[in-house]
């Protein structure tokens, strides 16, 4: 069962249908709105570079401090271990500052940024995929932009189950929290991480209720999601076998596959 209103479209890999590209499909648009960020001559500038792959997820802006927060790929941590780091980068008009925030997220993936204004302020939003023997678990995180960067955990179970391993987040306008929940964490063999027990699932979360809920399943590892323009959000999810356990092993069949993109419910 899919709990959605709309299947709106299928992609396949990155194509996009009436796309204009510009400077050598550099950039390419399908709504003519985002003509007006580009402006007549956009370009691909480089502004900071890592030995390691700092840059994997999260591109989260945080207009106050004009800091951008990103979240690395697997890092080495000693003892053939590997984490996932954020970083806090600043300094785009003078000097580019990469400053790694120490944090107890257990390999965070996914961030959004959550509306000032509503039940948590001026916070950001980090998934987790969890640690070794799930303390901390698996959930979803927050964590102040401002030093000294504390954090505080906001989900880390449905009821008495906890989660898989949350991939990505996202926030309505009405400030409902929405995000994915695969087996990612499992299945890149963190050490001693238990094996899932929940279905792959999309959750919604209202703060001001504190109600969970499943927004939507049936999905064999629902991924990236992100907020439509009508307020309601859009999940991708691709189509890797449910039965896939390695890493490289499912990496490789998702950007095979197709992606589904749902219009769900709360």
């Known amino acids: 069962m899919v709990f959605c209103a709309l299947t709106l479209a299928v992609l396949i890999g990155v194509a996009v249908e009436h796309a204009r590209a510009y400077n050598t499909t550099i950039f390419q648009v399908d709504n003519p709105a985002f003509d007006s960020l580009l402006g007549p001559a956009p370009q691909v500038i480089e502004l900071a570079t890592s030995e390691y792959q ?17 979240v690395s790929d697997d890092v080495p941590a000693g003892d053939n271990q590997t984490n996932r780091y954020i970083s806090c980068i600043t300094g785009f008009n003078i000097s580019v500052t990469i400053e790694r925030i120490v944090t107890n997220i257990p ?28 303390t901390p678990p698996a959930g979803v995180y927050m964590l102040n932009p401002y030093a000294p960067y504390n954090t505080s955990l906001l989900l880390g179970s449905y009821g008495d189950y906890p989660f898989n391993s949350p991939d990505d987040i996202a926030v309505t306008s009405d400030g409902i929290i929405w995000f994915t929940d695969p087996p990612y964490g499992y299945n890149r063999e963190i050490p001693k991480r238990s094996a899932p027990v929940l279905p792959n699932q999309v959750y919604a979360y209202d703060p001001r209720t504190s109600d969970l809920r499943v927004v939507a399943d049936g999905f064999g590892r629902p991924n990236g999601i992100a907020a439509s323009p009508n307020g309601k959000p859009s999940t991708s999810v691709t189509r890797a076998p449910a039965s896939a356990t390695a890493r490289s092993t499912s990496r490789a069949r998702e950007r095979s596959t197709p992606m589904i993109v749902v219009d769900a419910s709360w």
């Open 54 to 70: 700092l840059f994997h997820e999260g591109g989260v802006y945080h207009a106050p401090t004009h800091a951008l927060w990103v």
């Open 107 to 134: 390999n965070p993936v996914g961030a959004h940024r959550y509306i000032t204004g509503t039940p948590y302020g001026d916070v950001i939003l980090f998934v987790a995929q969890g640690s070794l023997a799930d």
